[in-house]
């Protein structure tokens, strides 16, 4: 009796939610609020202020929130309109 082969995985999107991609930041605008979720409905749980330096750690598919952790440990999510890509 034949043995059924399985289907193939579908390709991955690139970067979608949940994929780790650890790209660094830095905040171009004088203070951003750091959220617990991704959207404006969420509590502000801090703030970085110009200059200050993160990583990525996962975003939202359309890359609008990133989630990010701060060099001093702060860990939440950020409007990507005011984080600059570090090269």
């Known amino acids: 009796e034949p043995v059924p082969t ?12 949940g994929e780790t991609t650890q790209q ?3 905040v171009h605008v004088a203070s951003l609020r750091v959220r617990k979720g991704p959207g ?3 509590d502000t749980i801090g703030y970085l202020s110009l200059g200050d ?7 939202t598919t359309d890359k ?7 060099e ?3 860990l939440g999510w950020c409007f990507s309109e ?3 890509n570090i090269e």
């Open 82 to 84: 005011y984080l600059q």
């Open 24 to 26: 660094r930041y830095y």
């Open 64 to 70: 609008t929130w990133l989630q990010i952790q701060s």
């Open 40 to 42: 404006l409905i969420f």
């Open 72 to 74: 001093t440990g702060l």
């Open 6 to 17: 399985p289907e193939p995985a579908p390709a991955p999107i690139p970067f979608p939610a």
């Open 53 to 59: 330096i993160v990583k990525e750690l996962t975003s």
